[in-house]
């Protein structure tokens, strides 16, 4: 177990989304509710999914980071103290809502991300690997796969912590078929063959 004194919320913020403001109030209104006071939150608003959350990283001070995505939020007070009541190693999936039981499987490559979203995940600050910014869909799976290969299976909390807010608004329905095809493709190429 790491000593932490400060835990970094990262908030990729996207101006362009529907109710962006709405849904950024609600993410930081949970935050300021929780029960672990010790928190620093870094907002970024620049580029797309994966670049604006390695930015929003590459800005955190904490010695753990916590990423939310904006239309997301920490269900209940008690989330942060449990995550760092229970972070050890580089990396950390809470359960969120529509996913209360996650764990990691072999081939998360292939889309069969049974972790969750970002949301779901706490890093330590200096971890090696940052989110491949040519994907767009699969960006998150590729993440944890390579943090797989280099640090083993995340400690996992699980239960509902963060809330999801799914909706016409998300990045996830607006992604062309063309894209999926493309990303699926690149990480069969990248990871089937190793």
């Not at 490559?109 to 979203?117: E, R, T």
């Not at 690997?129 to 590729?142: A, G, H, K, M, S």
């Amino acid at each position: 177990m790491i000593s932490i004194n400060m835990i970094s919320i990262c908030i990729p913020y996207y101006s362009k989304m529907t109710n962006a403001d709405f849904f950024l109030k609600r993410c930081i209104e949970s935050i300021e509710k929780q029960t672990y006071k010790n928190v620093e939150i870094v907002v970024t608003d620049e580029g797309n999914a994966p670049h604006n959350t390695n930015l929003a990283i590459s800005k955190a001070k904490g010695e753990i980071i916590k990423i939310l995505f904006m239309d997301d939020y920490l269900t209940h007070d008690n989330v942060l103290q449990e995550i760092i009541d229970n972070f050890k190693g580089q990396w950390l999936v809470s359960g969120s809502d529509n996913n209360q039981y996650p764990y990691y499987t072999g081939d998360i490559h292939q889309g069969n991300n049974k972790l969750g979203s970002p949301s779901a995940l706490t890093i330590r600050q200096g971890t090696e690997i940052t989110f491949d910014e040519n994907l767009v869909w699969l960006f998150d799976c590729d993440y944890y796969k390579r943090m797989y290969k280099l640090y083993g299976e995340p400690v996992i909390i699980k239960g509902n912590h963060i809330t999801q807010g799914i909706g016409e608004h998300q990045a996830t329905n607006n992604i062309s078929k063309e894209i999926k095809g493309r990303e699926f493709y690149l990480m069969k190429e990248k990871y089937d063959n190793n």
